[in-house]
């Protein structure tokens, strides 16, 4: 493994999140990684018309936990699609 050849295929990107500028390094595409910074801005925002009066800190901390619920919630969908697909498939075996 060429460790040169890994750190040459790091992006460095400037995103904003809430009128701050963070520098992201990340191997995914520089678009995809602006596009997440886009919809955190975007929850944070939502959350924020919601609540005017929290603290920024408080309000990251929301966004954090209602993008972890949504996380959660995706991935039991996504289990229980790939259970019925199984159980299809063994039904369909015999």
């Known amino acids: ?3 040169n ?7 460095k990107v400037m995103v904003e ?3 701050e500028e963070y520098t992201v390094k990340g191997t995914e595409n520089p678009e995809y990684i602006q596009m997440l910074a886009s919809y955190v801005d975007r929850r944070m925002k939502m959350i924020q018309q919601r609540n005017p009066n929290l603290s920024n ?29 199984e159980e299809e498939k063994k039904n369909r075996m015999g």
């Open 1 to 3: 493994m060429d460790l």
């Open 5 to 11: 050849n890994i750190r040459n295929n790091i992006n």
């Open 57 to 85: 800190t408080k309000l990251a901390v929301l966004t954090a936990l209602n993008l972890a619920d949504e996380l959660n919630k995706l991935q039991e969908d996504y289990d229980e699609i790939v259970k019925a697909l």
């Open 17 to 19: 999140i809430f009128g």
